[in-house]
Each structure stands twice: as C-alpha cells, then as structure tokens.
C-alpha cells in the first residue's frame, strides 16, 4: 500500500493516522506493514505480534522510517495495531 492510497483511505495528519479505528494514532506507514503482514512476508510471528524487515522501496516511499531496519507491529485484544520501528 503506497502513501498516496493510504491518505486517500485514512485522515493523517503531522504522518500520523487520525481515524478511529485499528490504525488511529499510528504512523503513516502503519497500514502498509499491516498489508505486507497479511501477504506473509514475515520475519517473525508469534501470538499478538510479526516482525517485518524494511526494504528500500519501503524507505523510499516512507522516508520517516529512518535508520530503522524493521518494524514490529502489536496486535492488541481489543483488535487495535499498534506500529514500532526497531533499530537494533
């Protein structure tokens, strides 16, 4: 999912999504990880949470993303996703 279909489809303001909902309060690029989640490019998975590697096309369309070398993204019980960067 490009920045360009994500702030078409969501409110963001300040690279942050201010819907409510699952991605309410959570980077930009929180939808496209959840997407690359869902398609099984997953470097590690457990019960609530997957850790996904950051590629150069992901830098390049979120350079927010920084130094980070991938994400890891929190599913909580209440069906909410909740996006970090992991810099190790």
Same mark, same amino acid.
């Given at each position: 999912m490009t920045r360009k279909q994500i702030e078409q489809?969501? @409110?963001v303001k300040d690279d942050f999504i *201010? =819907?409510?909902g699952q991605f309410e309060m959570e980077p930009v690029y929180a939808p496209h990880f959840y997407e #690359?989640? /869902?398609t099984g490019f #997953? @470097? @590690? /998975? =457990?019960d609530n949470s997957a $850790? $996904?590697?950051? *590629?150069a096309d992901d830098r390049k369309e979120f350079p927010e993303l920084e =130094?980070? #070398?991938? $994400?890891?993204l929190i599913f909580t019980d209440?069906?909410?996703i909740i996006c970090q960067k992991i810099y190790r």
């Open positions: 489809e969501w @409110d *201010t =819907n409510p #690359v989640y /869902l #997953v @470097d @590690d /998975l =457990n $850790i $996904i590697g950051i *590629t =130094n980070a #070398v991938s $994400i890891r209440d069906g909410f």
